[in-house]
């Protein structure tokens, strides 16, 4: 039988007491007898007079409490109008999106304001594990190799110098659905490589005229001053009409392209084609020309802002190997405006004007904005097909 609840108030104070007087031989007889008696488990009986008594069935288990579920909601409010990044890119966005989520959606007490502030990147992953969204499966690859300039533009082989901005990488997206057949929209990015700041804009049939265009409607919205220029090998980018926009003007900007075939030389540009394109417009068709001013409105007015001013990204600091293990280490997540106002070689101008705008955005309204404007995206898709 069991010990009861009246024997172990009055005996198991006692118990413990002489348990705790004797030898190694005498506890063990101790607990002999007690296993006897009780039909105890040892281990059972030796936390029962050790002292360590285990809480009832249905108990709460043991440890700190749940703290940190008191700040979930508002982290999952973030997360999800923050389009769902990682806890390490989370954790320094929150101090950029907390003074506008109490604008939006009310008031953060002090306990939880404090809480927001000390939260780890783990403990933010663990918090939004339940939430988390499955990815689809990827899309065409639609470069295709342009022949005509492969000997006038020479691949990169040195390295740029990536402590000041204005070295841009290139790339382009096809939306053709299932098909590369007929005429459809492309997206064609461009990511700076020492501070990530992208921007995107969309192109019929990525012809020579319409990258050109899309080269200088980016250009003459860039906060800094381009000095180099490296794209993939793809016709789009290897023309005549490219070539002479970078070389024609009065200091000339290097222009470069990758090796065929190694896609980690645009890595840069490479990893922004989910965010931007791919996450934003999907794998769908998109084959209506009347489409062009939407998604680049899109692009430049929402979209790019919310990037690059409010949603933090992790760049490598270190890369080595150990036999065939490869370590990374990554900077502190930043936002791409955070990097460059505190990049010292941008003009102090710039660096204001760059303040001036970060102070005049809401995230909030950003998202709502991109998502009003990808609905008239996506409702006038079946118009166009």
Known sequence: MNMSREIKTDLLPRLQARYAQRGREGRSRMLDELCQDYHYERKYAIKLLGGKRPPP?????????????????????????????????????????????????????????????????????????????????????????????????????????????????????????????????????????????????????????????????????????????????????????????????????????????????????EQKNWMWPRQLLGYGRLECPTLLEPINELYRLAWGPLMNFFLPGLKLAQKWRERSHWHKRYEPAQTAYQRLVGCRQLPGPARQALRDRFESLDPFRLKEDVEHRLKTILAARPACE
């Open 57 to 269: 069935r249905g108990c709460k288990k043991p440890g700190p409490d749940p703290q940190y579920a008191l700040i979930e909601p508002i982290v999952r409010t973030i997360w999800l109008a923050a389009e769902q990044p990682c806890g390490k890119r989370l954790a320094p966005a929150l101090p950029l999106w907390l003074p506008h989520y109490e604008r939006h959606h009310g008031r953060v007490s002090s306990r939880q304001r404090q809480l927001l502030q000390h939260v780890s990147s783990a403990t933010l992953d663990r918090l939004l594990a339940p939430a988390r969204a499955a990815h689809p499966l990827h899309g065409l690859s639609g470069t295709k190799p342009g022949s005509l300039l492969r000997t006038e533009i020479p691949v990169r082989t040195d390295n740029w110098d990536i402590t000041r901005p204005g070295f841009l990488e290139a790339d382009t997206v096809a939306h053709c659905g299932s098909s590369l057949a007929g005429d459809f929209i492309w997206s064609t990015t461009f990511t700076d490589i020492f501070s990530a700041w992208t921007e995107g804009r969309a192109v019929w049939n990525k012809g020579a005229a319409g990258v050109v265009a899309a080269v200088q409607s980016v250009e003459a919205e860039l906060p800094f001053e381009l000095l180099g220029f490296d794209s993939d090998n793809g016709s789009e980018f290897l023309n005549h009409h490219l070539r002479d926009h970078f070389a024609l003007r009065p200091k000339p900007v290097g222009f470069t392209r990758s090796r065929p075939y190694h896609k980690d030389d645009n890595a840069h540009v």
